[in-house]
């Protein structure tokens, strides 16, 4: 794994060959959706590895100990809709009794900036770390407001979780918010000038719910 600045690049061998298949043209909707949601398990494994334990009592069929465990009330998983709904199962694999929030942002189709329509969090958010998911990071315009939105709500530990990223979009992020530690997969050449990640994957939301 490489780690510069606020960025890691999980590019563990198996990270790496499901995005290959990601972005496969010929990937259909299911195996699609399949494959976003195992590397949302591969990398959440990993991009998790600070949440913070507390000791609980346990007996074990030799003696009573204190074993760490995860506090249900430690995280917060927040897709931002629609493509980041398709890492939150994932997710909640690792960790089934997190709070689950959501964003909506669709970009606008000329000027690529996010237009917001629906936002709901868990509240209280403060002392929680929060996930932030979406495949894409593209400019990095949807990415900038949901975190926006989550601290203006007081959310203060956010990592944010992609599976591509251009490097126009972590440069904006990191920017905006140097505080949120970024998790990708794969760092990818540029951005088109319909502001889609080459060479990428596509419209991520379009082949997760086979829309077009
Ligand atoms: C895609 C993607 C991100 C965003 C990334 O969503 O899932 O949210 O674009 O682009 P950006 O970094 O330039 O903001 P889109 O707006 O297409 O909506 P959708 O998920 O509903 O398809
Ligand atoms: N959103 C996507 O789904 N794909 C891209 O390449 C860019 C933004």
Redesign the pocket.
């Known amino acids: 794994m490489e780690t510069t600045n606020n960025v890691m690049l999980m590019d563990h061998p198996l990270i790496q060959h499901k995005i290959s298949m990601l972005r496969d043209k010929r990937t259909g909707t299911n195996e699609f959706r399949k494959l976003v949601e195992e590397i949302a398990v591969l990398m959440g494994y990993e991009a998790l590895r600070d949440l913070p334990v507390e000791p609980v009592e346990i007996e074990t069929p030799i003696e009573v100990c204190q074993s760490p465990m995860i506090s249900g009330k430690k995280l917060a998983v927040v897709p ?5 709904l398709g890492m939150v199962n994932g997710i909640l694999t690792l960790v089934p009794s997190a709070k689950v929030g959501h964003i909506g ?3 606008d189709h000329k000027t ?1 900036e ?1 237009q917001e329509y629906y936002c709901k969090l868990p509240s209280p958010i403060e002392e929680r770390t929060i996930a932030v998911l ?10 900038e407001a949901a975190v926006d939105f989550i601290k203006t709500h007081g959310g203060k530990h956010i990592k944010f979780l992609c599976i591509i990223a251009a490097p126009e ?1 972590v440069e904006r992020l990191s920017h905006a918010h140097p505080d949120v530690q970024i998790y990708c997969g794969c760092l990818d050449r540029c951005l088109n000038a319909d ?1 889609y990640i080459c060479p990428g994957l596509g ?4 082949r997760i719910f086979g829309t077009r």
Do not use: E, K, N, V
């Not at 931002?80 to 980041?84: F, H, P, S, T, V």
């Not at 979406?134 to 990415?143: E, H, K, V």
């Open positions: 931002i809709l629609r493509a980041g942002l669709c970009r690529h996010p979406d495949p894409m990071l593209a400019t990095g315009g949807s990415a979009g502001a419209d991520a939301g379009d």
